[in-house]
C-alpha cells in the first residue's frame, strides 16, 4: 500500500497560501464520556491529514518560505509518569524524526512562542467557526501584537478561513488515500457477508451489529466509521436509526447501514435483506425499483457529469416505479414537479466519504451543480420507505425500508465502486441466506 506523502499535502497548501502568511490549525480535543472516563481519541480529520499526528493538545503551524523551517508542531512533552498510565507520547524529538517537522516545541510554550510566529504576517489562515475557543485565542494572539510596544514591527493583517481550499484538496483523492478507502470498502463487505449469513428470525438487532464490529477487528479495522445503523421492520423507517435493540421478525426486512475506518478512511455501505431469508412479493418489487434506481444512479457517475445528475435519475426511476406500483397518482411530470416522491424518498442520493464519512467538499460551484472529477469518491444510495402508520398507502407496503448504498469511486473512464463485494441482486441474497 502506498505511504500517505503529508509533505506534499504541506507544500500544495502553502503554495496556495503565498508568502508572508501563515496558517494554523489545532488537534482534536479529548472528550469526556462519563465522569472521568473520555471516549476514544480520534484525531480532526484536516489537522490529520496535513501532519498524520493522532495525539491531542497539538498545534501545527505552517510558514511558506519560513528560514528555519515551515512545519512547525507544539505537542506534549515526553512525561514518563503519564506515559506509564495513558501511553507513549512522541513529544518533540519525535517529532522532528517521526513527522518530519522543522521545529517542535511544547505545547505549554505556545502563548510565548505562536504570536512571535504569527507577527508581520499579512494574511493568518485558519478555521473559523470550528473550534470557537481555539478561534478566541488566535484573537488574543495577535491583539497581543497589535499592543505591543515596538510599533515599528508590522502587525498580523488580514484573518481568512483556510476550510474551503482545504476541504477542495481533500475532496480530490490520491492513489495513496483510494487504497486505504478500499481496504476499509472490503473489510466492510466481509462484515456485511457476515451478518447475512447469521441473520435469522428471533434474533436481535444487537446480534447483528456484533457480528459487523467483529468482522471489522477480524478484518484489520477496529472501529466503525459511524454508528452502525440495524433496523429491522418498521425500524428501517427511521433514516439514522442507532438503537439496535429490537427483535428481528419473521416477514420483515433488515436494513443495515455500516462501515468500518482504516487508517481513517471510511467506508459507508447500506444493504437490505429478508430476515428469513426470503423477500415476500410486496418487498420484492419495492427492493426491484430501488436497485434499478441504485445501478441508472451509479451509471450516472462518471468525468463531466453534475453531482445532481446522480440524485435525478434515482428519482426519476423511484417516482415512475411508485406510480406503475399505484403508490403515487398522476404522471411522471406531476410527481416530479410537486415532489410528491419525498413522501417515500426524502433524501440525497449520495454525499462525498472519505476521511469523514459525510466527507468535505462542495456539491455547487457558482451556485451551479458540481462537474465530477477524477478521484472524487461518493456514495449512492437510493431508497424507499413507507411507516407501518402511513394510512394513504395499501397494507401490503406498510412496514418497508429499504436503502441500497456503495461507495464509487470517479476514474477516467467511469467509476469503480469500492464496495461490490457485497452481494445486492435479490436472488444473490437469498442464495447466500439458504446456505
Not at 484525531?43 to 495525539?55: A, H, K, P, V
Not at 478566541?136 to 515596538?150: P, S
Not at 411508485?322 to 397518482?329: A, E, G, P, S
Amino acid at each position: 500500500m502506498q505511504e500517505i506523502n503529508f509533505a506534499a499535502r504541506r507544500k500544495r497548501l502553502m503554495q496556495w497560501m503565498g508568502p508572508n502568511s501563515i496558517a494554523i490549525l489545532p488537534a482534536a480535543s479529548e472528550k469526556v464520556r462519563s465522569r472521568d472516563v473520555n471516549f476514544h481519541f480520534r484525531q480532526d480529520s484536516d489537522f490529520w491529514y496535513l501532519t498524520g499526528f493522532n495525539e491531542p493538545e497539538s498545534v501545527v503551524v505552517l510558514i511558506p518560505g519560513r528560514k528555519h523551517g515551515e512545519f512547525i508542531l507544539f505537542n506534549r512533552e515526553k512525561d514518563e509518569l503519564h506515559e506509564t498510565w495513558h501511553g507513549k507520547r512522541l513529544g518533540q524529538e519525535g517529532a522532528l524524526q517521526t513527522l518530519g517537522a522543522d521545529d517542535a516545541f511544547p505545547i505549554t510554550d505556545i502563548d510565548d512562542i505562536l504570536p512571535g510566529l504569527m507577527e508581520g504576517k499579512e494574511r493568518i489562515y485558519f478555521e473559523l467557526g470550528v473550534n470557537p475557543d481555539f478561534d478566541q485565542q488566535i484573537l488574543e494572539w495577535r491583539n497581543q501584537l497589535n499592543k505591543a510596544q515596538n510599533k515599528s514591527q508590522i502587525r498580523p493583517g488580514e484573518m481568512i478561513d483556510l476550510k474551503h481550499h482545504l476541504h477542495e484538496m481533500r475532496l480530490i483523492k490520491t492513489q495513496a488515500e483510494i487504497q486505504r478507502m478500499r481496504y476499509a470498502a472490503n473489510a466492510s463487505a466481509k462484515a456485511h457477508i457476515a451478518l447475512i449469513k447469521a441473520c435469522k428470525p428471533g434474533k436481535n438487532e444487537q446480534d447483528m451489529e456484533a457480528e459487523l464490529q467483529y468482522h471489522y477487528v477480524l478484518n484489520g479495522c477496529r472501529y466503525a466509521a459511524y454508528p452502525s445503523i440495524v433496523a429491522a421492520g418498521d425500524n428501517a423507517n427511521i433514516l439514522h436509526y442507532v438503537e439496535n435493540d429490537s427483535e428481528m421478525l419473521d416477514g420483515d426486512l433488515l436494513l443495515t447501514d455500516a462501515g468500518c475506518e482504516f487508517e481513517y478512511y471510511a467506508a459507508d455501505i447500506s444493504r437490505t435483506i429478508p430476515i428469513n431469508g426470503k423477500f415476500s412479493e410486496p418487498q420484492a418489487q419495492l427492493y426491484d425499483l430501488v436497485l434499478k434506481a441504485q445501478l441508472a444512479a451509479i451509471e450516472m457517475v462518471k468525468p463531466g457529469n453534475h453531482w445532481n445528475d446522480i440524485h435525478d435519475k434515482a428519482v426519476e426511476i423511484i417516482t415512475q416505479g411508485l406510480i406503475d406500483l399505484k403508490i403515487l397518482k398522476g404522471s411522471l411530470k406531476q410527481n416530479l414537479a410537486k415532489e410528491t416522491y419525498k413522501e417515500f424518498y426524502m433524501h440525497k442520493t449520495g454525499h462525498w466519504i472519505g476521511l469523514d464519512v459525510h466527507d468535505v467538499g462542495d456539491y455547487q460551484v457558482h451556485g451551479q451543480s458540481r462537474l465530477l472529477e477524477v478521484g472524487m469518491v461518493l456514495t449512492v444510495e437510493p431508497g424507499i420507505y413507507i411507516s407501518k402508520d402511513n394510512a394513504r398507502v395499501a397494507k401490503k407496503w406498510r412496514g418497508i425500508g429499504i436503502r441500497i448504498e456503495d461507495d464509487v469511486a470517479v476514474t477516467k473512464s467511469g467509476y469503480d465502486i469500492l464496495t461490490k463485494a457485497v452481494p445486492k441482486e435479490r436472488e444473490q441474497i437469498e442464495a447466500l441466506m439458504s446456505n
